[in-house]
């Protein structure tokens, strides 16, 4: 999956996530480490190298953090040991200029971290965040972070980039056109006497030409019917019941955060917070 953003002066920034796509793990066939690996080349050539490129995705691989592989590619804040399938995303990042950001700031390791491994309890970095190396002075930030609300087994990885968007061009929009509130003709009076004041404007002899016509039936209709609100008048109707409550609930939790020991004051909280939610058709 490729999502491109817009930037300032003609430029773009890819987005390749292969969260989705999973890399294969270290037990899988070679063929399959190839097939990925090749796919994952032909997206980044594609792109083009004025635009930035950011990789993300669980590449189930180790990189270790030997800068000897490459200074550019890999940063001095790495963790563990490489293995075999560290090598891949390696020799990618070398193939193309691309740098791990993860392994280039400084974090304890449990900022580093993004997957612990369930036998042995131990703690891996599998997830990474690639960049192109002329565009690492963009990364502010790349580190794990312990969301409570994921639902994986591997921490998220947050990456905070510098990004200049192009302004979005808005159109004008039109002028509001007001709308005849033609629910209240449901009304016999005033259906009644909209037909009256219809029926002056027949007979009148000053309207003999079409335009005025129109404007002499469009006059007697908005004077009868008038104009849809826009806005809803429940509240506005009990705007001061509702402001009442307020201030009741406002002196009840003074008075209960003064005193919290006191369990007696607490029910009147609950009496007030039900009241308001039933005035205001929560």
């Keep these: 999956m490729t999502m491109q953003l817009n930037l300032e002066g003609r430029h773009t920034a890819t987005i390749a996530n292969y969260r989705g796509c999973y890399a294969p793990t270290l037990g899988a066939s070679q063929e399959d ?24 995705g669980d ?35 070398t193939e193309h200029n691309l740098v791990i950001t993860n392994t280039v700031f400084q974090h304890a ?11 042995s309890g131990h703690w891996h970095l599998l997830d990474y965040v690639i960049t192109r ?40 929009r039109a002028a509001h056109i007001k709308k ?46 008038g104009y849809r609100r826009t806005c809803q008048d429940w509240f506005d109707d009990q705007d001061a019941e509702t402001h009442r409550i307020l201030d009741e609930m406002h002196d009840a939790h003074l008075v209960w955060i003064n005193n919290k020991n006191n369990t007696t004051k607490k029910p009147l909280m609950s009496q007030h917070g039900a009241l308001r939610r039933k005035n205001c058709g929560i």
């Design 33 to 56: 480490k190839d097939l990925f690996y090749n796919q994952l080349s032909r997206t980044v050539s594609s792109t083009s190298f004025k635009h930035q490129l950011f990789v993300l």
């Design 59 to 93: 590449f189930n691989a180790r990189v270790g953090q030997d800068p000897s592989f490459g200074p550019k590619v890999l940063g001095h804040h790495g963790f563990g040991k490489e293995n075999a399938n560290g090598t891949l995303p390696l020799e990618l990042c």
């Design 180 to 225: 005849l509130d033609v629910a209240r003709l449901k009304d016999t009076t005033t259906r009644h006497s909209l037909q009256r004041r219809l029926d002056e404007v027949l007979a009148s002899d000053d309207t003999d030409e079409r335009p005025q016509f129109k404007q002499a039936v469009y006059d007697k209709v908005v004077r009868i019917v």
């Design 109 to 119: 390791d449990k900022l580093k971290c993004s997957w612990m491994h369930p036998r």
């Design 133 to 172: 190396q002329r565009d690492l002075r963009r990364v502010r930030l790349t580190r794990a972070i312990r969301a409570t609300t994921i639902g994986s087994d591997h921490r998220m990885i947050r990456s905070s980039v510098f990004l200049t968007t192009k302004p979005v061009r808005r159109l004008h």
